[in-house]
């Protein structure tokens, strides 16, 4: 079913944290085309700024014409193309002795009545439903893998030394999983997607408070003022959406 572009309300904004000698984070406010996204440059990585700005543009070139499942599809070829050039260039850069350029990726797109989640890496989409808030996306962490594998609860597998390392991300050097989650829409649905800078300080309690304030720029304004509270050290980095 072909679809005429609608006006979503939306907003998104980023901030450099205080330990970064540049913002890595991206973000994508597509109403027009109904896809957004966020992406987090890979941390201490040569080119993390580099990568998620390549990953945004990317999803940010979609056409808001088909129906969804044909451009979920088209966003999976994008960051498919987008990872193997960072691959590309990262192996470049290893040739005069750098590191590896990448990024996560959490991307939603809307249709009238259905949404979709594509992700990789551990940057969140959060869904706020009837006073109740859902993570849509689940992390590709080392610290996910350990509780999913060995059934650590979350506090020991915090502790471990390598928990914020990534099992995927765009530019990786093994092949790109893409996760795809797919749902339907209800009247009130928030959609929050954010980096891990700023949901790590943050509650759902937090989180759903914010959620609850009203238009997308006020949300954005109750989470960054609550984080902003103490230092933030890494990059902030969100987006609201209203169907």
């Known amino acids: 079913m072909s679809n005429q572009p609608i006006e979503w309300r939306s907003a998104g904004r980023t901030q450099q944290g205080q330990a970064r000698p540049r913002n890595e984070d991206a973000f994508l406010d597509g109403s027009r085309q109904g896809c957004w996204a966020v992406a987090d440059g890979m941390g201490g990585h040569q ?35 987008v990872s193997q050039q960072l691959a590309k260039a990262g192996n ?45 996306s689940r992390d590709h962490s ?3 893998r350990l509780m999913d ?16 390392a990534l099992t995927r991300a765009i530019g990786a050097r093994t092949p790109l999983q893409l996760e795809v989650l797919e749902l339907s829409t209800r009247p ?10 700023l949901y790590q300080t943050l509650s759902h309690a937090d989180l759903g408070l914010a959620l609850s304030v009203g238009t997308p720029q006020q949300v954005l304004e109750c989470l960054f003022a609550t984080v902003l509270r103490r230092p933030a050290r890494d990059d902030l980095t969100a987006v609201v959406v209203q169907p």
């Open 47 to 81: 080119g993390g700024d580099v990568a998620s700005q390549w990953v945004v543009r990317s999803l940010a070139s979609l056409s808001a014409t088909g129906d969804l499942n044909q451009r979920v599809n088209a966003a999976r070829q994008r960051l498919q193309q």
């Open 92 to 136: 470049r850069s290893d040739a005069r002795g750098g590191v590896t350029m990448g990024s996560t990726v959490v991307a939603l797109l809307l249709e009238q009545g259905r949404a979709a989640c594509v992700w990789a890496g551990d940057s969140r989409c959060y869904l706020w439903r009837e006073q109740r808030l859902y993570q849509l």
């Open 142 to 144: 080392l610290q996910q």
């Open 149 to 164: 594998e060995r059934q650590l609860s979350v506090a020991q597998a915090r502790a471990h030394p390598k928990a914020r």
């Open 188 to 197: 009130g649905d928030v959609f929050l997607l954010a980096s891990d800078g």
